[in-house]
């Protein structure tokens, strides 16, 4: 499925670039241009990031909580009934 989709994207990426270029693109303004976006989209998401905090609260590195966060999820994890402080 998620294959699919992930196919899907790319035809469309180049049935759009091929109709550009059909149109009057000029090719290398538009593979430059597109080679560009993605470190143009990472320096600018950098330069607006919010300013760090130094006065923010912490945990302490030994703290029992960080034991249920979950880095994916950027959040803890939930107690789960009967699981007695073991993580599933």
């Given at each position: 499925m998620w294959s699919a989709v992930y196919a899907v994207r790319f035809v469309l990426l180049a049935i759009g670039i091929v109709g550009a270029v059909y149109f009057g693109a000029n090719v290398?303004?538009?593979?430059?241009?597109?080679?560009?976006?993605?470190?143009?989209?990472?320096?600018?998401a950098?330069?607006?990031?919010?300013?760090?905090?130094?006065?923010?609260?912490?945990?302490?590195?030994d703290d029992p909580s960080w034991d249920r966060w979950?880095?994916?999820l950027v959040r803890e994890e939930e107690e789960i009934?009967?699981?007695?402080?073991?993580?599933l």
């Open positions: 290398i303004g538009l593979a430059l241009g597109l080679s560009l976006v993605v470190p143009a989209t990472i320096l600018e950098w330069r607006t990031r919010p300013p760090v905090n130094e006065n923010a609260p912490a945990l302490e590195p979950n880095a994916w009934e009967g699981s007695e402080g073991e993580n």
